[in-house]
Nanobody, 122 residues
Protein backbone atom coordinates (compact mmCIF):
# COMPACT_ATOMS: atom_id res chain seq x y z
CA UNK A 1 0.00 0.00 0.00
CA UNK A 2 1.33 3.40 -0.95
CA UNK A 3 0.08 6.60 0.66
CA UNK A 4 0.36 10.03 -0.92
CA UNK A 5 -0.40 13.06 1.25
CA UNK A 6 -1.12 16.50 -0.10
CA UNK A 7 -2.72 19.81 0.80
CA UNK A 8 -0.20 21.40 3.11
CA UNK A 9 0.78 25.02 2.89
CA UNK A 10 1.44 28.31 4.62
CA UNK A 11 -1.54 29.91 6.30
CA UNK A 12 -2.26 32.45 9.00
CA UNK A 13 -3.56 31.69 12.46
CA UNK A 14 -7.28 31.13 12.36
CA UNK A 15 -7.28 29.88 8.78
CA UNK A 16 -8.28 26.44 7.55
CA UNK A 17 -6.60 23.75 5.48
CA UNK A 18 -7.67 20.35 4.24
CA UNK A 19 -5.14 17.61 3.88
CA UNK A 20 -5.73 14.58 1.70
CA UNK A 21 -4.08 11.20 1.68
CA UNK A 22 -4.70 8.85 -1.22
CA UNK A 23 -3.99 5.16 -0.89
CA UNK A 24 -2.91 3.00 -3.79
CA UNK A 25 -2.03 -0.62 -4.22
CA UNK A 26 -3.59 -3.33 -2.08
CA UNK A 27 -6.15 -1.00 -0.56
CA UNK A 28 -8.46 -3.81 0.49
CA UNK A 29 -6.03 -4.39 3.33
CA UNK A 30 -6.42 -0.85 4.63
CA UNK A 31 -8.48 -0.61 7.78
CA UNK A 32 -7.74 2.18 10.25
CA UNK A 33 -6.10 5.30 8.90
CA UNK A 34 -4.52 8.10 10.86
CA UNK A 35 -2.71 11.39 10.77
CA UNK A 36 0.44 12.09 12.71
CA UNK A 37 2.56 15.22 12.82
CA UNK A 38 6.11 16.15 13.66
CA UNK A 39 7.14 19.65 14.60
CA UNK A 40 10.76 20.79 14.31
CA UNK A 41 12.85 19.36 17.11
CA UNK A 42 10.00 17.26 18.46
CA UNK A 43 8.97 13.65 18.24
CA UNK A 44 6.23 12.55 15.92
CA UNK A 45 2.85 12.68 17.61
CA UNK A 46 -0.51 11.12 16.94
CA UNK A 47 -3.23 13.53 15.77
CA UNK A 48 -6.30 11.52 14.83
CA UNK A 49 -7.49 8.18 13.49
CA UNK A 50 -10.56 6.76 11.78
CA UNK A 51 -11.86 3.22 11.53
CA UNK A 52 -12.29 1.33 8.29
CA UNK A 53 -15.81 2.53 7.47
CA UNK A 54 -15.58 5.78 9.36
CA UNK A 55 -17.85 4.79 12.23
CA UNK A 56 -15.24 5.57 14.86
CA UNK A 57 -12.77 8.38 15.20
CA UNK A 58 -10.31 9.48 17.84
CA UNK A 59 -8.54 12.81 18.32
CA UNK A 60 -5.71 13.98 20.48
CA UNK A 61 -6.91 16.59 22.93
CA UNK A 62 -5.10 19.52 21.34
CA UNK A 63 -7.09 19.27 18.10
CA UNK A 64 -10.52 18.26 19.37
CA UNK A 65 -13.19 20.60 18.07
CA UNK A 66 -10.87 22.05 15.42
CA UNK A 67 -9.82 19.09 13.27
CA UNK A 68 -12.05 16.55 11.56
CA UNK A 69 -10.92 13.31 10.00
CA UNK A 70 -13.01 11.64 7.33
CA UNK A 71 -12.57 9.11 4.57
CA UNK A 72 -14.00 8.22 1.19
CA UNK A 73 -13.36 4.55 0.62
CA UNK A 74 -14.58 4.77 -2.96
CA UNK A 75 -11.66 7.09 -3.59
CA UNK A 76 -9.32 5.33 -1.15
CA UNK A 77 -8.70 8.71 0.43
CA UNK A 78 -8.63 10.04 3.96
CA UNK A 79 -8.99 13.73 4.73
CA UNK A 80 -8.03 16.01 7.56
CA UNK A 81 -10.02 19.22 7.78
CA UNK A 82 -8.13 21.64 9.98
CA UNK A 83 -9.94 24.74 11.20
CA UNK A 84 -8.91 27.53 13.55
CA UNK A 85 -5.28 26.71 12.95
CA UNK A 86 -2.74 27.84 15.50
CA UNK A 87 1.00 28.40 15.19
CA UNK A 88 1.54 25.34 17.37
CA UNK A 89 -0.08 23.23 14.65
CA UNK A 90 2.95 23.91 12.48
CA UNK A 91 4.47 20.56 11.58
CA UNK A 92 5.00 18.01 8.89
CA UNK A 93 1.82 15.95 8.71
CA UNK A 94 2.00 12.26 7.84
CA UNK A 95 -0.80 9.88 6.98
CA UNK A 96 -0.66 6.26 8.02
CA UNK A 97 -2.70 3.10 7.57
CA UNK A 98 -2.85 -0.39 8.99
CA UNK A 99 -4.50 -3.70 8.21
CA UNK A 100 -6.75 -3.75 11.29
CA UNK A 101 -8.95 -1.39 13.23
CA UNK A 102 -8.14 -2.08 16.87
CA UNK A 103 -7.92 0.66 19.44
CA UNK A 104 -7.78 3.92 17.51
CA UNK A 105 -6.02 5.51 20.45
CA UNK A 106 -2.77 3.75 19.80
CA UNK A 107 -1.20 0.79 18.08
CA UNK A 108 1.26 0.52 15.30
CA UNK A 109 0.74 1.46 11.68
CA UNK A 110 1.94 -0.61 8.76
CA UNK A 111 2.03 1.95 5.98
CA UNK A 112 3.23 5.53 5.94
CA UNK A 113 3.04 8.32 3.42
CA UNK A 114 5.50 11.09 2.87
CA UNK A 115 4.80 14.19 4.88
CA UNK A 116 3.17 17.42 3.86
CA UNK A 117 4.28 20.64 5.51
CA UNK A 118 1.77 22.80 7.33
CA UNK A 119 3.01 26.17 8.52
CA UNK A 120 0.80 28.49 10.52
CA UNK A 121 1.99 32.04 10.99
CA UNK A 122 0.87 34.20 13.89
Amino acid sequence: VQLQASGGGLVQAGDSLRLSCAAAGRTVSVYAMAWFRQAPGKEREFVTAISRFGYSTYYTDSVKGRFTISRDNAKNTVYLQMNSLKPEDTAVYFCAARSRNGDLNGGEYDYWGQGTQVTVSS
